[in-house]
């Protein structure tokens, strides 16, 4: 069930993903598009025992041994990697100060070996290839004078390299069609979520919060509706004064009205159809709006409820009874009559039912239409 949740989620908020996710490409495409590109190349050393000042094997294996220590092979490392071994390069020497800030320069020692990796990268080609050749070229001079007992060589020579490290367009492309999927699911979910939440909000504002029916300004609205969208179906309004509540109004509580006319609202809603519509009129009123009810049996239906709603109703705190004494006016619409003036006519239709000493119901049917065309008849 709650798969089919996320999946209607989505088929409604796909153009959303689909737009975070080409913004997020783009985006991409945009930064790599004005970003410098950076080169990168590298080059390998080896330390190794220098045979020529050792005099037997044993001494040779014994320097292998002692290379073993990682101080050693850090050492090497460090000077490698030290701008005061490279410095005095005259090709170094040649790069502007500034220039050669942009140009990063990384020695790693090779896991579990005696070999080192120096990488440079930076924004030209050349510069970086250039760079590490002399810092290769002054590192072997200066190490191999200072620990002539070790031969520092070098193992593979930088290459000019011909692509660019980053950016990288097409995998950043990727990877932004990706987040900007996440995102645009996130935002989909976000957006079903503040429209369920605002649905809510709208829908309970549209209730009355004492009788849990329709205000009187939605159920206005809504008879507006139905006449303007189904002028030639049948529609009837009911009003239902309920005198004995509207009596204590000045002897209850507030609080205990507001339970009593909650009860009355309550039974209405049980003894109508799913589609009758049920709204607050006044402090004492409920409305009754009966869609596509034939108008043989409006009289029969009204009267039907008002034989329910006549109960009397117990008040729990105090004991006492207290009787509705229901009068209702009814009213049916003819196919050219205005809300507005069903409404009146209904209003006329309570007045006259609450006119009477018993509950009492009052229902005006359709009312006449005079035709020229009867008269010249």
């Known amino acids: ?61 014994s320097s292998l041994d002692t290379l073993d220590r990682r101080s050693i092979i850090n050492t090497y490392k460090e000077l490698l990697a030290s701008p005061a071994v490279y410095a005095t390069s005259p090709d170094i020497q040649q790069i502007n100060v500034a220039e050669l800030t942009q140009y990063n320069i990384v020695v790693v020692v090779v896991p579990d070996t005696n070999i080192l990796r120096l990488t440079v990268d930076g924004p030209d080609p050349k510069t970086v290839v250039l760079i590490a050749q002399a810092i290769g070229s002054q590192a072997l001079d200066y190490i191999n004078k200072l620990y002539p007992v070790y031969n520092f060589s070098i193992l593979d020579q930088p290459e000019l390299p011909t692509k660019p490290i ?90 205990t009205i507001d339970r009593v006319i909650n009860k009355v609202t309550q039974t209405l809603k049980s003894e109508l159809r799913g589609r009758d519509i049920i709204g607050r009129w006044d402090r004492t009123q409920l409305s009754v709006m009966l869609p596509s009810a034939p108008s043989s049996a409006v009289e029969s239906t009204f009267k039907r409820i008002q034989k329910y709603l006549e109960e009397p109703i117990q008040l729990s705190e105090t004991g006492d009874v207290v009787r509705p004494d229901p009068c209702i006016g009814v009213v049916s619409r003819n196919q050219f009559e205005s809300s507005d003036a069903l409404i009146e006519r209904a209003k006329s239709a309570v007045e006259q039912a609450s006119s009477f000493g018993s509950p009492s119901m009052a229902y005006l049917s359709t009312p006449f239409i005079f035709d020229e065309s009867m008269e010249k008849a």
């Open 166 to 255: 980053r950016p990288e367009p097409v995998k950043n492309a990727g990877l932004a069609l990706l987040v900007g999927a996440i995102l645009g699911t996130g935002l989909a979910f976000s957006r079903e979520q503040l429209q369920y939440s605002f649905e809510k909000l709208r829908e309970r504002s549209n209730f009355d919060t004492v009788s849990s029916a329709y205000n009187r300004a939605y159920f206005e609205r809504r008879l507006r509706e139905e006449v303007t969208q189904n002028p030639d179906t049948n529609l009837s309004l009911g009003i239902i004064n309920f005198r004995g509540i509207e009596e204590r109004l000045n002897v209850f509580p507030q609080a």
């Open 1 to 61: 069930m709650e798969i089919n949740i996320y999946l209607r989620t989505l088929q409604r908020g796909w153009w959303i993903i689909v737009l975070v996710m080409l913004a997020a490409m783009n985006f991409s495409l945009l930064i790599s598009y004005f970003t410098p590109p950076v080169y990168e190349t590298s080059s390998r050393f080896v330390v190794s025992p220098n045979a020529a000042v050792y005099s037997n094997s044993w001494d040779i294996v």
